[in-house]
């Protein structure tokens, strides 16, 4: 047992945290991360520390790169750290997903985590099809409100200030 100061036992609570197997790559990332802000480390000398080289702690940092819903994505469809990196090199978010979608199949991402792939993720996106006329075979458009209504009772209805507030009237 060792006696340390509060500075001192905080970093070793990190290098504890990383030693730990069960870490997946972006929490290593962030304990990595962690080092680097609180300690006024840089990755060169965390990587001294660790024990390991300077460019594996900085591909590890590259991870954060990601935003929240795309870390979870990456996890959930079990992609290695590997294809992680090798999507940062596309220029969007929207490549990013597109990729992860060739890589694991859509009915496989459905079973694991109950995320669908939605056609239209911003009213913006509909109204842009209704422009371009791609929506003139619809005989009805129900918002998620009045689809729920629909499945349950069989009766179409649309809430008039739902339709309004869209511009889709």
Same mark, same amino acid.
């Given at each position: 047992v =060792? /006696?340390?100061?509060? &500075?001192k %036992? /905080?970093? +070793? ?13 972006? #929490? ?11 300690? %006024?480390?840089?990755?060169? #000398?965390? /990587?001294?520390? !660790? ?5 594996? $702690?900085?591909?590890?940092?590259? !991870? ?12 959930? @469809?079990?992609l ?5 990196? /090798?999507? +940062? ?7 990013? +997903?597109?990729? $992860? *979608?060739?890589?694991?199949?859509? @009915? &496989? !991402? =459905?079973?694991?985590? %109950?995320?669908? *792939? ?5 009213? =913006?996106? !509909? ?10 075979? @619809? ?6 409100? #009045? ?6 009772? %069989?009766?179409?209805?649309n #809430? ?8 889709? $009237?």
């Open positions: =060792y /006696a340390v100061d509060g &500075e %036992g /905080a970093f +070793l609570a990190v290098v504890e945290n990383l030693l730990r197997e069960d870490l997946n790559m972006f #929490e290593t990332a962030a304990a990595m991360d962690k080092l680097c802000r609180e300690h %006024g480390l840089t990755q060169e #000398e965390v /990587a001294e520390r !660790l024990s390991v080289s300077q460019s594996y $702690v900085a591909n590890k940092m590259r !991870l954060l790169r990601f935003d929240t819903p795309m870390r979870e994505k990456l996890l959930s @469809a079990n290695t750290e590997r294809h992680a990196r /090798a999507l +940062l090199k596309l220029s969007s978010e929207l490549l990013q +997903l597109k990729a $992860v *979608q060739e890589i694991v199949s859509q @009915a &496989e !991402l =459905y079973g694991k985590t %109950g995320i669908q *792939q939605q056609n239209y993720n911003t009213i =913006y996106q !509909l109204y842009s099809d209704k422009l371009s006329g791609k929506l003139q075979k @619809a005989a009805h458009f129900l918002m998620m409100p #009045e689809y729920l209504s629909f499945k349950l009772t %069989g009766e179409i209805r #809430e008039y200030t739902n339709a309004t507030t869209t511009n889709l $009237v």
